[in-house]
Nanobody, 129 residues
Framework: VQLVESGGGLVQAGGSLRLSCTASGLTFDDYVIGWFRQAPGKEREGIASYSSNGGNIYYAESVEARSTISSDDAKSTVYLEMNSLNPEDTADYFC???????????????????????WGQGTQVTVSS
């Protein structure tokens, strides 16, 4: 299984970006794709998840009002579009795939992170003020 992220870069505050996560080596419809981020000196946090069957679609409170997650199943790709970016969004962004995600306390989690979970290498997002 391989996940490849793209779309990161330098963005001015108030701007937008669209991150892509392309999966290979798995049956796309059987898995959920989630987005995580890790800012310098902070723990990795889950911010969104998506499955093509409509379940397991979650957003973290920190991004929900300004983010949209979607997919192109034919391309085995999940997108995360974020608007109104601010410097606090500066982080390395990762996608991961797992059979099931959940959400509580305002964040997104992989339900069983030690089972059938795969991670991409990440893409860096820097938001300048």
């Amino acid at each position: 299984v391989q996940l490849v992220e793209s779309g990161g870069g330098l963005v001015q505050a108030g701007g937008s970006l669209r991150l892509s996560c392309t999966a290979s080596g798995l049956t796309f419809d059987d898995y959920v794709i989630g987005w995580f981020r890790q800012a310098p000196g902070k723990e990795r946090e889950g911010i969104a998840s998506y499955s093509s069957n409509g379940g397991n679609i979650y957003y973290a409170e920190s991004v929900e009002a300004r983010s949209t997650i979607s997919s192109d199943d034919a391309k085995s790709t999940v997108y995360l579009e974020m608007n109104s970016l601010n410097p606090e969004d500066t982080a390395d962004y990762f996608c991961a795939t797992a059979p099931r995600f959940t959400a509580y306390s305002g964040k997104v989690y992989i339900s069983k992170p030690d089972q059938d979970t795969y991670w991409g290498q990440g893409t860096q997002v820097t938001v300048s003020s």
